[in-house]
């Protein structure tokens, strides 16, 4: 992980740990101090959280995967097995800074024979495909971890390997949400830091590179649909 930047390292590891916790059967939120974990101001916030993710219906919608289509999941995670977003019609291909995610991925699609483009190691601002190999794009669960000159580096990049027309949805802590303290504590005890941008200073770079068709701001992450 030396190629990334420090704080992006703490992320990846953060992520590394997860995995390898849950592979002895354990349940991060188990570390939590008690009244963290059974307060109801977390409950609230992880049903709240439970529609920002790549699988919800609103996201599936806006990008209308078709056959053909080449998608790009950053952040990846364990999309594949949470949302089988491979089910998809199109085409999927996932980047994570997490070496453990990629390599528990890379397993669940060998096990299965699951068809993909492929799975890679790979942060947003190096991402390691041609110019306009894209149809489709979710950042989600990512930009809350980068400083606003990285991210600024990252959607550039991302921009570059999209084609013309292509559809993106991606989120960022929504500055107004109730649920934004709570999110803020549990992601400090799991070891992964959050940024809170400015929702103006987001929506002046987003406008910079895309089209911003629609905004979701009832959520604690403001989700945003995209065109390029």
Not at 36 to 62: I, Q
Request: with cysteine.
């Amino acid at each position: 992980m030396g190629e990334y930047p420090d704080w992006l390292n703490r992320v990846a590891a953060a992520y590394d740990r997860t995995v390898g916790e849950y592979h002895q059967g354990i349940d991060p939120l188990d570390s939590l101090p008690d009244e963290l974990r059974r307060s109801d101001a977390v409950a609230a916030l992880l049903e709240d959280a439970a529609c920002c993710n790549s699988g919800a219906p609103a996201v599936r919608e806006f990008l209308d995967p078709q056959p053909g289509m080449r998608f790009l999941d950053v952040g990846c995670a364990a999309s594949l097995v949470n949302y089988d977003l491979a089910s998809w019609p199109s085409i999927y291909y996932g980047v994570d800074v997490s070496a453990a995610l990629i390599e528990a991925m890379q397993s669940f699609v060998a096990e299965r024979r699951i068809s993909i483009g492929g799975l890679e190691v790979a942060d947003l601002a190096h991402l390691p495909f041609t110019d306009q190999f894209f149809d489709l794009a979710a950042v989600i669960g990512v930009l809350e971890y980068c400083p606003f000159d990285y991210l600024t580096a990252g959607l550039v990049d991302l921009n570059r390997v999209l084609k013309p027309g292509a559809r993106v949805v991606l989120d960022t802590p929504n500055p107004a949400s109730a649920h934004l303290d709570s999110m803020l504590q549990l992601e400090q005890q799991l070891g992964r830091a959050e940024i809170v941008h400015s929702r103006s200073r987001i929506e002046k770079l987003l406008a910079q590179l895309f089209t911003i068709a629609a905004v979701d701001d009832s959520h604690v992450m403001l989700q945003y649909f995209l065109e390029r």
